[in-house]
């Protein structure tokens, strides 16, 4: 699978992997910011933003493709951040593939398998009626039947698109993405640990993260990780708090 990507800035690899029901753009503000000192990918995830669409989901063929985006740009080692699902990307390729990762960046996400807890978004999602719609507020006034939080549905609606006949469409996959929930919520396993250097970020006010994930999976799966926790933020942590992710980004990246 060729995935869709944008390069910006110069300098030491860095890919960028979104979350669930995310783009690549959704990190475009903090990745120019980093393209000020890095060579920065964003990349936009199989069934998500123009990557394109596949029936399987799972963060083994994930990780894969990220490989062989490593490949075709020709970068040997790249630096990979992930923010919640791209972050059990990057885990996955971090394990899987050693040789071919630098530093590993998780942002707010634990490698453990989570309870289900996206059903209203996927439901709220299929019940939308694309076909009908002639303005993204008629959407919006569909999806706020069931999801009340302005900011979540302005983050759903990213993914629309005009199509050639004028009708609206999901860029993301939502028949993939529903079909193999479970897959994207499991746990990222490894019999091998990872041991370079890598960084987990975790929102304050966040339930991602919990104090015994970083003293079992996170340190059992990842022997050289420092856990740095932004006070006062959720899981959006690099929206909520860009300037403290860059910092802690650009420091973790430029020590040995």
Request: net charge negative; with cysteine; glycine share 6%.
């Amino acid at each position: 699978m060729k995935l869709h990507y944008k390069e910006m800035g110069h300098g030491q690899p860095l890919l960028i992997l979104h979350g669930l029901f995310g783009t690549l753009d959704n990190w475009a503000t903090l990745a120019k910011r980093l393209a000020e000192h890095y060579n920065v990918f964003l990349v936009d995830l199989r069934n998500h933003g123009r990557s394109p669409h596949n029936e399987e989901h799972n963060y083994d063929v994930m990780a894969d493709d990220v490989l062989r985006l490593v490949d075709e740009l020709g970068i040997p080692t790249p630096a990979i951040m992930g923010h919640s699902m791209g972050g059990k990307v990057a885990m996955k390729y971090a394990l899987k593939y050693p040789t071919r990762i630098t530093k590993l960046i998780v942002v707010d996400i634990a490698p453990k398998a989570y309870p289900p807890h996206h059903d209203d978004i996927l439901n709220a999602l299929q019940s939308v009626d694309l076909s009908t719609a002639t303005s993204r507020g008629e959407i919006d006034k569909q999806l706020a039947q069931s999801i009340k939080e302005e900011d979540v549905r302005l983050f759903l609606m990213k993914n629309l698109y005009r199509k050639e006949d004028n009708s609206f469409g999901w860029r993301m996959n939502l028949d993939a993405l529903c079909n193999n929930y479970d897959h994207i919520a499991a746990a990222i396993t490894s019999d091998t640990p990872f041991k370079k250097n890598a960084l987990f970020i975790k929102g304050g006010r966040s339930g991602y993260i919990k104090q015994e994930d970083i003293y079992g999976n996170i340190e059992h799966l990842f022997t050289l990780v420092e856990v740095e926790t932004i006070p006062g933020v959720g899981h959006w942590v690099h929206a909520e708090a860009p300037d403290e992710v860059y910092n802690l980004v650009t420091r973790f990246l430029s020590t040995d």
